[in-house]
């Protein structure tokens, strides 16, 4: 049974959410301030964060960077696209605005809750590179590169497929929500950007583009 932390000050909201999610077979927890939320942390990590923004104590934007290794789906009424990008961009995996329909919500958390553990975690290894997620660069040949998000997003899904190409559509579905900037009229530029960056700290060509289907790393 997942466990979920509901973290909101809203008290009307809070119950609704508490009241679906335990008619849906969640286990959960309820949190009212950033504060709180992060005590509650410390003690049980739960399986997914749901993280209003306009919390008492700490934020939902200063709580976000100190929630590691567990998707958080913010639940907000700013509904600026801005907000949102900048959100994604910073370890949300998701954005729900308020008011939202609770089937929605029930089918994002089920997505969330899918990914595999492998793609949540900080450094993987592949063919010879070392990537470190939460900092933002790759190890090749000794010499460290910095990536973008984007390009780091891109890599890390060429990783966990190692040596399997990887389709454009499903590269462009797997990031979407961590990367919004990547298109696919953007994205061959990313994979070329990141081809650069690796043949420049190894000497290698680390990403073959498979005719009709997509990428893989080699």
Known sequence: MAYILITDDDIHIGNMLQEVLCANGYRVGRAYSGTEALMMLSDEAPDLVLLD????????????????????????????????????????????????????????????????????????????????????????????????????????LLMLSEGSPVGRTTILDRISADTPDCTERSLKQHISNIRKKLLSADGKDHIEAVYGIGFKLK
Do not use: W
């Open 53 to 156: 923004l306009m919390l008492p104590g700490l934020t939902g934007e200063e709580l976000l960077p100190k929630i590691k290794d567990i998707p958080v789906i913010v639940v907000s009424a700013k509904a600026d696209v801005s907000d949102k990008v900048s959100l994604l961009m910073n370890g949300a995996c998701d954005y729900v605005t308020k008011p939202f329909d609770t089937g929605e919500l029930l089918a994002r958390i089920a997505v969330a809750l899918r990914k595999p553990k492998a793609e949540q975690t900080d450094t993987l290894s592949a063919c010879g590179l070392t990537l470190h997620c939460d900092m933002l660069t790759v190890r090749a040949a000794q010499q460290e590169v910095r990536l973008t998000r984007t390009e780091c997003a891109i890599l890390k």
